[in-house]
């Protein structure tokens, strides 16, 4: 009887996937899909196992493919850029500074975090940051992504790295 409930609860499960993506979608628990699947190997022994990537995996992704959008200057906040040059000092950069992500079976979803080199338009680093972090979770983990927010913190000023050249007022 024990092996009935689990079959019939199995495909009850399979049947029903579509509709608990949905339900979960509704419910706004997670952007992205939750859904355990059982897979079986139909003889075909290559394809048995599974692989699992991090959730840390898929942010150190997001936060390279940032990176190295033209018009980003740094990602994270203003705490989390302190706390990064900290970091920078002792040879220990953080490559998920600024980056949030949720993981699921097939998909994926991230928040990103930058400051904007001034003048660059904001519209359009936000973008190619949107579509570079997308694409590289695409191409490097093969999970569907379903959003990447970007949220702009700060644009920094070329004046802001510029010492202060000018004589001490006091001596």
Known sequence: MATEEKNTTAAAAEAGAPAQRA???????????????SASSAGDSASAGR??????????IAGI???EVSGVYALGGGGAR??????DAVNATDLTQGVKVEVG??????????????????QDVAENVRSAVAGAISRMVGLEVVEVNVDVNDVHL???????????RVS
Do not use: C, H, M, N
């Not at 079976?105 to 904001?122: F, G, K, L, R, S």
């Not at 070329?158 to 001490?168: I, L, R, V, W």
């Open 105 to 122: 079976e097939t998909q994926a979803a991230a928040d990103i975090t930058i400051v904007v080199d001034y003048p660059a338009p904001i």
């Open 158 to 168: 070329p004046s802001d790295d510029s010492e202060d050249d000018s004589e001490s």
């Open 23 to 37: 339900a979960q979608a509704t419910a706004g628990s997670s952007r992205v899909d939750r859904v355990q699947y």
């Open 82 to 87: 302190a706390l990064g040059a900290l970091r």
């Open 51 to 60: 692989t699992t990537v991090a959730e840390g995996v898929v942010a150190k």
């Open 65 to 67: 493919a940032a990176r």
